[in-house]
């Protein structure tokens, strides 16, 4: 394009996949990228930068500190990964930054706050639009199957669960420890394969995490530590690995071929489809992407698994539902174990 580019990315660590990507795939030198981060400011014909260092500031009344810096230069590109965001407020003010063309990416143009439309306005109208199961059919994606398990609720949290509020009472299912039992049992399952398992809740991860003696990554995790487990994931010396909800955007694990979604964001499609993504790398050894999510039966949890099954339903994906039981013959819940 013979013109300076600015690609703005989620986080730092999708800023340097960006970064190895294009050294990777084309025949820019190291010295023509530059990274403006909390870590390097610094700019060149090609800057990549995150949303968050442009919308950084001290208080919400305050000024932006280095919006000035990106407006003053003369882009002639901005990419906006992952664009689906933008219309979020704390995000928005990216879109005002001037270039001559803007180019947004996602797969996942979905909102639960129904501004998705407001993508066009920021950026420009759709140019290119695929629908995941043509990707599929054509090798770009792999083949995936998606299961939901449904689980009961254990009975030590079902008095607390029925005198709770709605809100409180989707936490409570979420996390409920019946769960447990039934991710050990699919690890078992798929022991020769590379297993991502996400949760939203911190205590929930954390205590998955150190019941399987397996390591964690949540938004407190270090970028330095998070490349190197990412590492040890993609080179098969950590096979299973859990996840907070960073593992919605950008994770890189190519390998990564079983996803177990423990508790999520309510009824959030856009969050469904982001975890389905970690793992739909295409494979080497053409195997099939298995995908489950546990729910506690009868409960808000359940009412809002099919809400955020809509999206992907919409793509052509079905889901698989069983009980437990089904899947698990030798299944039994913690609290009726003799």
């Known amino acids: 394009l013979q013109t300076k580019t600015l690609i703005l990315a989620t986080n730092v660590v999708a ?16 010295d023509d990228i530059a990274e ?10 090609i800057t990549i930068a995150t949303y968050q260092i442009i919308t950084y500031r001290k208080d919400k009344e305050g000024p932006f500190p280095h919006f000035g810096l990106f407006n003053a230069q003369n882009w002639g590109l901005i990419i906006y990964d992952e664009v689906h965001l933008l219309p979020a407020p704390v995000f928005r003010v990216t879109a005002e930054i001037q270039s001559r063309r803007r180019l947004g990416l996602t797969a996942t143009l979905v909102r639960e706050d129904g501004l998705e439309e407001d993508v066009f306005s920021l950026i420009g109208p759709k140019r290119y639009d695929v629908p995941w199961k043509e990707l599929e059919q054509k090798g770009w994606i792999a083949t995936a199957q998606c299961h939901e398990l449904r689980i009961p609720l254990h009975p030590k949290v079902r008095l607390d669960y029925a005198a709770s509020e709605n809100r409180t009472k989707f936490r409570i299912a979420s996390e ?13 399952k798929h022991q020769e394969d590379r297993v991502l398992i996400i949760g939203q809740y911190l205590e929930q991860v954390r ?16 970028n330095a530590r998070r490349v ?10 950590i096979k299973f690995l859990v996840v907070s909800k960073v593992a919605n955007f950008a994770i890189d ?8 979604q423990v508790s999520g964001t309510f009824g959030s499609r856009q969050e469904e489809a982001q975890r389905l993504g970690r793992i739909l790398r295409p494979k080497a050894s053409g195997k099939r ?5 546990v729910v506690t039966r009868d409960t808000v949890e359940q009412e809002f698994a099919t809400k955020r099954q809509l999206f992907l339903t919409e793509q052509g994906y079905s889901y698989e539902i069983s009980d437990c039981r089904d899947l698990f013959p030798d299944f039994v819940p913690p609290a009726y174990s003799s």
């Not at 694990?253 to 177990?260: Q, Y």
């Open 176 to 188: 409920n420890p019946n769960k447990m039992k039934v991710i050990e049992d699919l690890l078992e």
């Open 253 to 260: 694990l190519p390998d990564a071929n079983v996803a177990i």
């Open 15 to 30: 800023l340097r996949q960006w970064r190895d990507e294009i050294l990777d795939k084309t025949t820019v030198s190291e």
């Open 36 to 45: 403006y981060s909390g870590e390097s400011k610094k700019f060149a014909p």
């Open 289 to 293: 992407a298995e995908f489950y999510t």
């Open 207 to 222: 205590e998955i995490s150190q019941k399987l003696k397996s390591p964690l990554i949540t938004g407190q995790t270090p």
């Open 228 to 237: 190197e487990l990412f590492e040890a994931f993609r080179t098969g010396e």
